[in-house]
């Protein structure tokens, strides 16, 4: 009799603490995979064209995607990095950004690119290296507050403390610049 009740006693402290495992795993379990941090879309390989009045303005290449729009600040995310190319009045690419990472925040139109974002405009050669890179949908302006290099045919220049254009690059600035410049002399 000594050795059932033993037995129970034993059998019973068991099931307790496993009862008790159990209800922690499913909370945590419930707090890994709430549902905010689930995208509620994933895609591959997915292209997004920008127009306006029948006119390409923005051609968007990625090749991964998720939406998270139910989290306090709702964004999408391009994971794998991401092209987007601007086109001028004729249809002509004028400049392209590259970068590692993305993600935009549809609620304020911004865009934050990382990981070796490159910028160029095509016309002219110009080439702009960083970091991190912001683009304001909403302004037309791309901006960084990270070092920036900007190359082109003659010059390289830099900018410590970043960088602010229009989305095009025909018209930047660097903040906090450094550099070497040619100069011809005239005879």
Known sequence: MCRSIGYFTGTLLMLSLLLLGCENDIERINMLTEQS??????????????????????????????????VERPYDEFPEGMEVYFYDDSMKIESEIRADYTIYYPQEKLWHATGNVIARRLDNGDALNTEELFWDMESEIIYSDSYTRVHNEENILYGKKGFKSDQNLSNWQLIGSSGTINVQDEE
């Open 37 to 70: 941090e689930i995208p509620i879309l994933k895609s591959k390989n997915i292209e997004v064209i920008y127009s306006d009045s029948a006119k390409v303005k923005v051609h968007i290449i990625a090749p991964a995607y998720q939406s998270f729009p139910d």
